[in-house]
């Protein structure tokens, strides 16, 4: 049975993406070109919300300093 989870942030993204690319390197039974097509795809899907991950980082960071200094 697949887990439900919700996917709100960038993080929860990275999760799932780790989570789907292992589970593909572990199947034996798919065709290893279709593997890596599929594996590639999720890499750099995971690279896309580590990227936007730091970025909202970042922006919440200036957000708080702002507030704290009361802008």
Known sequence: MV????LNKPSDIKNLMAEQI???????ELDPVQKAK???????TSLSA???GE???KL???QKMLEERGY
């Open 3 to 6: 887990k439900e989870r919700r």
């Open 22 to 28: 292992n589970q593909l390197r572990n199947n034996a």
């Open 38 to 44: 599929a594996i590639g795809y999720l890499a750099n």
């Open 50 to 52: 580590y990227k936007e």
């Open 55 to 57: 970025g909202m980082e």
């Open 60 to 62: 919440e960071k200036i």
